[in-house]
């Protein structure tokens, strides 16, 4: 009798249980089947051109001698965010060593229970480590003697014709198509001068051909290489659409506005325009050009050529100049590289109602606005800012390093730990951590305390898989971090308990004046005020961030306190009151400054709102 269970993990002690997969096998079976989310290993789980959707889930029998009636078909829950021509569903089968295999899911939704939702369902002959993941689309073809003309579906302007004869016997061919957007190409042109011919690029053709049939006839190839680098080259809106998820979301225009550009000449109509193959194979080091290769231009912005051997991967270029063959090489490379990058930052955010309860992410660049946006929704709130953009791959790790006076825990107890982020570009790689000052009497000339967040980045071929430990990080194995966050906490509020006869009450009728007034404006002052106004004082950026952290959604409070503080910073002999009308002028608030005057003039007290103060020590 064949049954499905669901199978729950969970993830870490704040969290509640995770579906981590449903196992259809005989009732035998299932009773001795663990399975387990084991995500910390996911780095060494994707390869090139791989997009993690899923959790990385182990499937193992408690009784070694248990004898398993394979097939047994496992569902695994995924989200993939971006989907189109180009790439497709696969579930990912590793053994321990990391050797893997690829099945075809039988489907990719359905009903489990009650609920519907998107499940990558196989059958699988044995147990390992499972995973979902978006690659390339891989198509096969079988060309025999009388030849093929080949056309995958994921693009329909790509062609290769096969002519009769071109094999001895049937030859199985597998074909992958990645897509380049022009935005990349356009990028690399404002780098350097010697990228600046290039004006645009055809898809790179991944194919597979077996080395031990030699073409016996040239094999013409067909692509697009538009004359100029622009949508148009997209083709149609489907396939441009899947392009903008698979490469635009790598390098977003903010990205640009940090570039300077190192020429000013104008791409146009050039009579010395050319095209230039080039080839990758690994058995001769990599990338090179094919000078004796002659490709066509032809209408519609197509371009044909002829292949008279085997290539593991193929890309064409146009320029509108000579290039050395170095310069093309190097600037296929560093396209290639970028294809498998993404720009992103670091977004570290506090709960509104308690800044020692911090969450931090890895956000792709493209993402920040809308994240920022379900973070404030979330009950969550800056400072500081998000980080400065940087370029990950898919699987690197983020390490996170506490230094200065603030460090973290993941549960509450266990305090000083490096923390790692793991990036995947269509999961949401997330912390949530608890900090504190590491010493309470530090920091003794500023209002809070200090910290920063160092981040380095560990390049996916220097960790090191241990059964025991998941991933070790070898100190020697990250560089220069690759950016830092400022860290800030509000000192905490001493309350003195002091015998009746000790404490201390005010005398300054002056002082419960200037009390009242600043109550008093922080209610009249609306928002645009409030923000015009924390402008033109003389304040620092962290007393401000200070204050906006201490009372995240009273702006009364606020401002009350941004003026205690800025009165506090005058000296003794200023005449304050000329100054706060001066500013509250200048803000546009000049009613406010003849009426502040008249109050002062004339010793109005209103009764502030009640509100509890720690005697002042």
């Known amino acids: 009798l064949y049954l499905e269970t669901r199978y729950l993990d969970v993830l870490s002690d704040n969290t509640p249980p995770q579906v981590s997969c449903y196992i259809r096998a005989p009732s035998s079976v299932l009773q001795h089947l663990e399975c387990r989310i084991i995500n910390s290993i996911s780095s060494l789980v994707v390869s090139d051109n791989e997009e993690l959707v899923s959790n990385v889930i182990t499937v193992e029998c408690s009784e070694m001698e ?9 569902a ?27 099945l075809t899911p039988n489907s990719l939704e359905g009903m489990r229970g009650s609920y519907k939702g998107t499940y990558a369902e196989v059958k699988v002959y044995k147990l390992g480590i499972f995973s979902v993941v978006s690659c390339l689309k891989k198509e096969s073809f079988t060309v025999t003697k009388k030849g093929l003309a080949l056309k995958p579906s994921m693009d329909s302007r790509i062609s290769l014709n096969y002519p009769p004869g071109v094999f001895s016997s049937p030859v199985l061919i597998q074909l992958k198509v990645q897509p380049v957007d022009p935005s990349l190409v356009a990028y690399f042109k404002t780098q350097q001068d010697i990228s600046y ?66 020429s000013t000449r104008k791409p146009g109509n050039n009579a010395c325009e050319s095209l230039k193959l080039l080839g990758f194979r690994s058995q001769d080091s990599g990338w090179f050009v094919l000078d004796g290769v002659v ?51 670091v977004v570290l955010y506090h709960q509104k109602d308690n800044p020692h309860r911090v969450v931090i992410l890895v956000v792709p660049s493209k993402d920040l606005n809308q994240e920022l946006r379900q973070l404030h929704l979330g009950g969550l709130n800056g400072p500081p800012q998000p980080s400065h ?7 690197e790790q983020l390490l996170l390093r506490f230094t200065g006076n603030i460090f973290a825990s993941s549960n509450g107890k266990d305090y000083g730990k490096d923390y790692k982020l793991i990036f995947h570009l269509q999961r949401k790689p997330r912390l949530e951590l608890q900090i504190k000052e590491v010493d309470e009497f530090g920091n003794y000339s500023c209002p809070h305390y200090k910290g920063t967040i160092i981040v380095y980045k560990v390049p996916k071929e220097k960790i090191v898989y241990n059964l025991d430990q998941s991933l070790i990080l070898n100190e020697n194995n990250y560089q220069l971090p690759i950016c830092k966050l400022p860290l800030r906490l509000p000192k905490h509020e001493k309350l003195i308990n002091r015998p009746q006869s000790t404490k201390r009450i005010s005398t300054d009728p002056l002082e419960d004046l200037w009390d009242t007034l600043f109550y008093w404006l922080s209610e009249e002052l609306s928002e645009e005020n409030a923000l ?22 009273d702006l009364a409070e606020q401002t009350y306190e941004l003026l205690c503080f800025w009165k506090r ?49």
């Open 66 to 74: 248990k004898r398993i009636p394979f097939p047994i078909c496992i």
């Open 76 to 102: 695994i829950p995924f989200t993939a965010r971006h989907r189109g021509n180009y790439r497709e569903i696969m579930v990912k089968v590793s053994d321990v060593n990391f050797q893997s295999s690829y």
């Open 197 to 262: 011919s290039v004006l645009s690029a055809s898809p790179v053709i991944h194919i597979q051909h077996p080395s031990t049939h030699p073409f016996q006839k040239p094999v013409t190839v067909f692509l697009p290489c538009s004359p100029q680098s622009d949508k148009k080259s997209l083709g149609s809106e489907v396939d441009r659409k899947r392009t903008s998820s698979a490469t635009t979301n790598r390098i977003v225009p903010l990205y640009f506005n940090w570039t300077k550009r190192t």
């Open 295 to 345: 490709v066509r231009t032809m209408q519609s912005g197509l371009i044909s050529f002829e292949l008279c051997e085997h290539l593991e991967r193929f890309i064409v270029l146009r320029l509108s100049s000579i290039m050395e063959n170095s310069h093309l090489v190097s600037f296929v490379k560093s396209l290639e590289e970028a294809m498998l990058s993404t720009t992103a930052c």
């Open 389 to 395: 953009h940087f370029q990950v791959k898919e699987g």
């Open 532 to 553: 015009c106004l924390s402008a033109s004082l003389p304040l620092r950026r962290s007393t401000i961030q200070l204050i906006k952290l201490r009372a995240p959604n």
């Open 569 to 617: 910073s005058l000296p003794n002999s200023t005449d304050k009151l000329r100054l706060l009308a001066r500013h509250l002028r200048k803000i546009g608030r000049s009613d406010l400054s003849g009426e502040l005057k008249f109050k002062w003039e004339n010793k109005v007290f209103t009764k502030p709102p009640q509100c509890s103060v720690g005697a002042e020590e």
